[in-house]
């Protein structure tokens, strides 16, 4: 089976005598038959290929139960602002709810949650932000009776462009819930001035073993020389999304550091060829970012990890995704808070900065706690060097790694997650990720 779906990628491999500049999947698909008239369906079934097949986001759209969208607003209580049903911005097919804020109070509706084990469900939903170039910061915060706490999902992210993008929910923190025993969640803005919809938000059962997953941005020399060494004390191996274009500037990772730290276990992403923000880079420019930098990694013998992306700054669009989709079939933003393992979106996956000892140890603790829907985690870090206020310290990711050490907590490399996702959601998809 996973063979067999491995082929079907493994047909629109790249070529290697093709240059960049020529390949977009629709010349691909129409010079089909001129550079590739055999069919290859045999060959190197587990060779992760350049180009992939099929949307990774269309093969996640179902996960977990639609709980609510934009159909009926009986249930929706407002508690400031104003909020109507929307036709015109649909989410694949369905209506949305549009959020309005007054000035004063911005906007915060409370919607019912019957019917889920809160000690075991996520949430996952589409947002559509009409108000680009500002930083966003909604809430989702759901009040848990059976866990005794009010479940905090708030994120924090920039918005390039209008677009829907799907997020996965992750708790960011929790407090004690006062005497009720109703589950509801509270979605809130505090700012004016947005115009935002919201559709297809979905449960999402969270019931697998809690996993750990360290990432290292920007391939930088302290990882190997500082980081590195701390990790091996403890064995813990993590992912290094890579600069690819800057392999061995000063400052960067080399190829023989890459190749020693491979063998010992970890693995290495793309973080983009020259680390522009992407999102406001023209289309062209985008994919050229995209393409070469994971072109880089599979020439260097990096397969494992090459079909995965973080965007640099965190920098992202709709059309930055729709590209991204050609090649990556995970890719992570710079959004705040633990995550569960069932993701609905794989090319906006959010993951929590380490560089705050205390919060790593926090977040640490909440995803051990079996009353919380949490059963991942990523911490990612940039450079450990001294003095380095505010990012983390050699000391500070010492303390937090001997932390997870003594909690006996399970740790990957981020591409097991990716791998988990797509076998455990569809045999009988046609898109494959690197399936080793
Ligand atoms: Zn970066």
């Given at each position: 089976m996973a063979a067999s779906t491995a082929c079907l990628s493994g047909c629109l491999g790249?070529?290697?005598?093709?240059s960049s500049s020529q390949k977009t999947p629709s010349q691909e698909t129409k010079n089909e038959t001129d550079t590739d008239p055999e069919p290859t369906v045999e060959t190197e079934p587990e060779s992760p290929t350049l180009f992939l097949d099929g949307d990774p986001r269309e093969e996640l759209w179902d996960v977990g139960d639609q709980w609510r969208d934009g159909t009926s607003l009986d249930e929706w209580d407002v508690l400031s602002g104003s909020i109507e049903r929307s036709?015109?911005?649909?989410y694949r097919d369905f209506p949305s709810v549009r959020l309005t804020a007054t000035d004063d109070d911005g906007v915060a509706v409370r919607v019912p949650i019957d019917g889920y084990d809160l000690t075991q469900t996520s949430f996952s939903l589409a947002m559509y932000i009409d108000t680009p170039g500002t930083h966003y910061s909604p809430s989702f915060d759901v009040n848990a009776p059976e866990c005794g706490q009010t479940l905090e999902f708030r994120t924090r992210y920039k918005i390039d462009e209008p677009g829907w993008i799907r997020y996965d929910l992750g708790i960011n923190d929790i407090s004690n819930l006062d005497s009720t025993t109703e589950s509801y969640m509270t979605i809130s803005w505090g700012g004016n001035d947005i115009d935002w919809y919201i559709s297809d938000l979905r449960a999402v059962p969270v019931n697998q073993d809690p996993c750990l997953f360290i990432q290292f941005d920007d391939s930088l020399r302290s990882t190997y020389d500082t980081a590195f060494p701390i990790m091996r004390q403890y064995d813990i191996p993590a992912t290094v999304y890579t600069v690819t274009g800057r392999i061995g500037n000063t400052g960067s990772l080399t190829l023989d550091q890459m190749n020693e730290m491979q063998d010992a276990g970890w693995e290495f992403a793309s973080h983009t060829q020259s680390h522009q923000r992407t999102g406001e880079l023209s289309l062209d420019e985008q994919r050229a970012e995209l393409e070469n930098s994971k072109r880089w990694l599979l020439d260097h013998g990096f397969e494992q990890a090459a079909s995965m992306l973080a965007y640099p700054f965190g920098s992202f669009t709709t059309e930055t995704m729709d590209i991204a989709a050609d090649y990556y079939d995970f890719a992570t933003s710079e959004q705040r808070g633990a995550i569960n393992r069932r993701i609905s979106s794989p090319l906006s996956v959010n993951r929590h900065p380490g560089d705050n000892v205390k919060r790593s140890l926090e977040l640490i603790d909440i995803l051990l706690d079996d009353q919380i829907p949490t059963d991942t985690l990523v911490l990612c870090y940039h450079d450990v060097i001294e003095d380095n206020d505010p990012s983390v310290d050699p000391d500070g990711l010492r303390e937090t790694m001997a932390y997870i050490d003594d909690q006996g907590v399970t740790c990957r490399v981020t591409s097991e997650l990716r791998d988990d996702l797509f076998r455990s959601e569809s045999s009988s998809s046609s898109h494959t990720a690197t399936d080793n």
């Open positions: 790249d070529a290697p005598s093709q036709t015109k911005h649909q």
